[in-house]
């Protein structure tokens, strides 16, 4: 069964052009025109991937993707018109699981899709009912859930494909260019900027002390680890 595809975008012209490219690779798409219907179309549709134009009326991009992700992990492709390095930051930020700078090619917009929905299929990331502990933080692997200090904590899905490359390599050092390969595929290897914001993401929901982290530690010159913590 293909993925049903948000387009969320103010000019009728371009949703028209890429609904047309993602109809025709067996897409369901459907649409809005702001950001706010954007987020109710989210709520009521649960469709399996977004793509959310920046500039737009009554709600920005920015502000629609913060809203997005206090209900829901559907993965999120920002677009934006301008390539500016604050907006591509600022849309990761914002629970963004990636973005693409218009204008782009079909192939290029087809690619990010499916890259997109490939590392979000891997949200279960295993099949058995293991439970992972690493002092106050845990992982259900069954349920997908992880829970700080007994409390839920929500993560996109690739927040959470991030975290299981640290929770199944304890003590080792990953670098950046092994979990830009194993989390967004290998395309992204000279894209460190999207790791960045995403470890830092990562820290502000499950460290106590971000700048002092116990979870996701970074060994500086070499890469990040998970440390293994005495007993």
């Known amino acids: 069964m293909s993925a049903k595809v948000l387009v969320v975008d103010d000019e009728p012209r371009f949703i028209r052009l890429v609904e047309a490219n ?12 702001n950001g706010q219907e954007a987020v109710e179309k989210v709520a009521s549709e649960e469709p399996g991937l977004v793509l959310l134009d920046i500039m737009m009326p009554i709600l920005d991009g920015f502000l629609a993707c913060e809203r997005i992700r206090e209900f829901s992990s559907v993965p999120i492709i ?9 907006n591509r930051v600022r849309g990761l930020e914002a629970g963004a699981d990636d973005y693409i700078v218009k204008p782009f090619s079909a192939s290029e917009l087809l690619a990010r899709v499916m890259a997109v929905l490939r ?5 279960e ?7 992972f502990t690493h002092g106050d933080l845990k992982i259900d692997y069954a349920r997908a859930e992880v829970n700080l200090n007994e409390k839920t904590i929500f993560l996109s899905a690739t927040e959470y494909r991030l ?4 929770a199944h390599n304890v003590g080792e050092t990953l670098t950046a260019e ?13 894209d460190k900027e999207i790791l960045w914001v995403c470890i830092s993401r990562l820290r502000q929901k499950l460290e106590e002390k971000p ?6 530690v970074t060994r500086s010159g070499m890469g990040y680890t ?6």
Do not use: C, D
């Open 163 to 166: 975290l299981l490359q640290f």
């Open 178 to 190: 092994e979990l830009l390969t194993n989390v967004w595929g290998p395309e992204y290897l000279e």
């Open 22 to 33: 993602l109809t025709s690779e067996g897409y369901e798409v459907i649409t809005a025109a």
């Open 211 to 216: 700048k002092q982290p116990n979870h996701i």
């Open 78 to 86: 920002m677009l934006t018109a301008k390539g500016e390095e604050k």
């Open 119 to 123: 590392r979000a299929n891997v949200y």
């Open 226 to 231: 998970m440390p293994i913590l005495e007993e």
């Open 125 to 131: 990331a295993s099949a058995s009912k293991s439970v």
